[in-house]
């Protein structure tokens, strides 16, 4: 009766029966060199940037990354010690990013708003220029200047973790303002407006309100406390994720949308339809 | 079978001997309508309100009418534990608890919608083809109140849900209440019962909204239709179609198929809108609370005019005796309806006394006959729409990715600019098109065909009219401006109603001074022995080419 393991043992014996008796070929060395350069490579690939990421403690050969990369990307306008650079005529070009911390960064960079690809009203949500390595290196960077608030742990941002009713009381009261009930977003003046939140990451979420970017104020933990800011965090993702009861969303912008609609929709298929039914003529 | 139909007969007969109204039933079944989708209009909004009622109906079997203060526990949880009034629970209640509730809420609200729209574009269609003229002021009159209740009852349901956006709005008629000077505050605590918001306002607008309003609407659609029937309804005008007649079809057997498959029509399509696209999802809005306002906060559409009018009202608030007037609502929110209103109901007789004309009118008039009178309708579109978008300013803002303050600078020139430079260009369109009616009638119809002359000269053919499509351009009246008179007669006695009557021509003249005349017999007859001397040249010169 043969044993189970027999034949896997069998097969590896013959394996390197073969390998034993090819050593000497010519093509060997060569074939050995190829699958260390790929072992060593591949193991790298997939292990050095979640190393790098792991290391919490910026170390000071990432804080020197950090500042070669800001000496290139950001130099330019917040100045080459992040000091900020204010022309003649007063107009600021950059401001000054001492003392803003590792989560402004985080916020900024991470969502693609900086790198800003013209001065304008405001810098927007785009493509983001930098990998994360490199993020967490220019924010290493610039929380070296002076201290700031720090990118949050993720338990902080977990949205699984908070009370959505809660949350949507507190939005409603700190945030609905310019973001609008749901997080739509919504206009503010001169050109500048309050971005939707749809689609925004939890940990982006929690910088923006520890560091108040653009026009937002700062919500610090005094003014909400690190669970109401979970709170907030839990009713957007509830809400985002929430379908439409009621049919196609239309944006759910509101009662302007809603007004397009009927005219549009309601009067013009219902002109449409009498259009129709006066041509369907009788011969009395 | 036929014992069926002869019991029937039976009760017919019983009922028509003791009321004799087999006469009067003759008569009026055969009632002719005329075919136009124009003329439908306002059966959309017929319609729309009957399935609003139906739908409103089922609607007050669960709302709760009171803000009585509740900690929510139903069936939504993101709000579960959140306090609010009952009037907000219940609407949730409706919304995710009762068995078809959400449906009926988005008929109740898209129902209402297009119930708005229709009375605004059938009213549309009333003063641009001027079926509001004699005999039919009344009915102008009573439909301008329609709408001013439907308005009213729009909005006081807008209010009752009590969620954030209509909470908003309630805060907003506060607001322009208390601009009123002097009485301002106290019509405020009068509405409101004490501060604002109170406990009361949900029941009280409750009763307006769901009896005194429609009920009156009921009531003015009543008359509105009897006024109708009674005087018949106005037809274009055409070859066999007079100020005596009306052609179109009888009532029985056929309008009243028309009309009642048509009913089915707008309830179809508002139940199938309901049915696909939400609105107003009050649980995203949360319940209403005096401190939180959102962005995106707007009213339904037929309000908007006067929330875009708030909007772009610069911030003028002088003091007067040490009391501010501020002007900056008081104008856009109290002064602004009534002088939009105003001048609405009281346009037939406006005209009437501009024109001097106290006829009855049946004909329509195609709208580039009265220029000035369409100029002054698209005028009124013109600004009306303005502040309608300055009602969104933040939401068109958004979506068009333009700064907000560009739209309300904007609209602040427009509503002077654009309001009059629409009602000029208006003017100059319809009567280029008068020219072209009057080209039309003179010289044919362009067939499109080049002649070139021996001398090298090159014309179009035209083709004169048939005789039916000559009488729909020239049927119309000519318009000619009043004259004052002289000053003085014979004897040289000043008359004393000169001053009037100036006044009247200088109105009559703005209306009628630049309107293209219908070519008169003679010169119709010069222009077709003109065209065919014409005609007989080209004769000449297609048979010389053979």
Redesign the interface.
């Known amino acids: 009766m043969k044993s189970p393991s027999s034949r896997p043992a069998g097969r590896r014996s013959r394996l390197s029966r073969a390998l034993s008796s090819r050593r000497r070929h010519p093509l060997a060395a060569i074939a050995v060199l190829v699958a260390v350069l790929f072992t060593c490579g591949g193991a790298y690939a997939a292990l050095a940037p979640s190393a790098s990421v792991s290391t919490d403690a910026a170390s000071s050969t990432q804080i020197d990354d950090g500042k070669k990369l800001f000496a290139v990307g950001c130099a330019s306008c917040h100045g080459l010690g992040g000091e900020g650079i204010v022309k003649e005529d007063g107009t600021v070009l950059g401001p000054s990013l001492i003392g803003v911390g590792a989560a402004a960064v985080d916020f900024q960079v991470g969502t693609g708003r900086m790198p800003m690809a013209a001065p304008n009203a405001q810098a927007e949500r785009k493509p983001v220029a930098y990998n994360d390595e490199q993020i967490a290196a220019l924010s290493a960077y610039v929380a070296s200047l002076a201290p700031g608030p720090d990118v949050p742990d993720e338990e902080d941002v977990d949205p699984s973790a908070g009370d959505v009713a809660r949350g949507g009381e507190l939005f409603r009261a700190n945030c609905a303002q310019c973001h609008n009930t749901t997080g739509q977003g919504g206009a503010l003046s001169m050109g500048q407006y309050a971005p939707s939140l749809t689609g925004v990451s939890p940990k982006h979420i929690y910088e923006a309100m520890i560091t108040g970017p653009q026009a937002m104020p700062v919500f610090n933990d005094e003014t909400i406390p690190a669970q109401d800011k979970q709170d907030i965090i839990a009713f957007l993702k509830s809400v985002e994720e929430e379908p439409n009861p009621g049919g196609l969303g239309i944006g759910r912008a509101g009662p302007v949308a809603e007004g397009l609609w009927a005219w549009l929709i309601g009067i013009g298929v219902l002109i449409g339809m009498a259009t129709w039914i006066v041509t369907r003529s009788s011969k009395s | 079978m036929s014992a069926i139909v002869n019991g029937a007969g039976k009760v017919v007969d019983f009922v028509d001997e003791r009321i004799t109204a087999s006469n009067w039933l003759k008569r009026n079944i055969r009632k002719v309508f005329p075919?136009?989708?124009?003329f439908?209009?306002g059966?959309?909004a017929l319609f729309s309100f009957i399935l609003i009622l139906l739908s409103g109906v089922f609607l007050t079997l669960w709302f709760k009418p009171s803000m009585a203060h509740i900690v929510y526990d139903g069936a939504y949880?993101?709000?579960?534990?959140?306090g609010m009034s009952e009037a907000y629970a219940s609407t949730l209640e409706l919304?995710?608890e009762v068995r078809g509730g959400?449906l009926m809420r988005?008929v109740h609200?898209?129902g209402a919608?297009?119930f708005l729209?229709?009375m605004s574009?059938h009213m549309l269609r009333v003063f641009f083809t001027g079926a509001f003229r004699k005999p039919r002021e009344m009915n102008w009159l009573v439909g301008v109140t329609l709408l001013f209740l439907g308005v009213a009852t729009g909005f006081t349901g807008y209010s009752l849900p009590d969620d954030?956006?209509s909470g908003t709005g309630l805060r907003i008629i506060e607001g322009g209440m208390l601009a009123i000077p002097v009485v301002g505050t106290y019509l405020s605590w009068l509405l409101f019962g004490g501060e604002y918001p109170g406990d009361d306002i949900v029941s009280r607008l409750y009763p307006l909204h769901i009896l005194l309003f429609p009920g009156l609407i009921i009531l003015l659609v009543t008359v509105h239709l009897m006024l109708l029937w009674y005087q018949k309804h106005t037809h274009w005008g055409g070859s066999g179609k007079t100020n005596k007649n009306v052609v179109g079809?009888?009532f029985w057997?056929?309008y009243v198929f028309?009309a009642g498959?048509?009913q089915f029509?707008?309830f179809g399509?508002?139940i199938l809108?309901a049915?696909?696209?939400?609105?107003?999802?009050v649980w995203?809005?949360?319940p209403y609370?005096p401190?939180?306002?959102?962005?995106?906060?707007?009213?339904?559409?037929?309000v908007?005019f006067l929330d875009g009018a708030l909007r772009v009202m610069p911030p003028w608030e002088p003091e007067i005796f040490g009391y501010p007037l501020t002007l900056s609502v008081l104008i856009p929110a109290i002064i602004l309806p009534g002088l939009i209103l105003t001048p609405l109901a009281l346009y037939p007789w406006i005209e009437q006394y501009a024109t001097g004309d106290r006829r009855e009118h049946h004909v329509l008039d195609r709208p580039r006959n009265q220029p000035v009178r369409t100029g002054i309708g698209v005028a009124f579109i013109t600004f009306y729409l303005q502040l309608?978008i300055a009602?969104?300013?933040?939401?068109?803002?958004?979506v068009l990715d333009?700064?907000?303050?560009w739209i309300t600078r904007f609209i602040q020139f427009g509503l002077i600019v654009l309001t009059p430079l629409s009602f000029w260009v208006t003017k100059r369109i319809c009567i280029g098109l008068q020219r072209r009616d009057r080209d039309t009638l003179l010289h044919g119809r362009e067939t499109g065909v080049i002649m070139v002359s021996p001398s090298g000269e090159f014309s179009e053919l035209h083709e004169p009219l048939d005789p039916h499509s000559a009488y729909d351009l020239a049927f119309r009246e000519r318009q000619l401006p009043i004259d004052p008179g002289p000053a003085t007669d014979a004897n040289g006695v000043p008359n004393p109603s000169y001053k009037a009557n100036r006044r009247r021509a200088r109105l009559s003249r703005f209306y009628f001074g630049d309107v293209v005349q219908k070519p008169t017999a003679e010169e119709l007859e010069a222009a077709q022995h003109h065209e065919l001397e014409r005609g007989d040249r080209q004769q000449e010169l297609t048979s010389g080419q053979q």
Do not use: C
């Open positions: 075919d136009h989708w124009s439908l209009l059966e959309i949880t993101p709000l579960r534990g959140t919304s995710f959400l988005q609200h898209w919608l297009v729209a229709a574009a954030l956006l079809a009888p057997p056929v028309k498959g048509f029509i707008v399509v508002i809108m049915a696909t696209i939400q609105i107003n999802p995203f809005w949360g609370d401190a939180v306002v959102s962005a995106g906060t707007q009213p339904d559409w037929y908007g309608w009602g969104g300013n933040d939401f068109f803002a958004t333009i700064p907000v303050n």
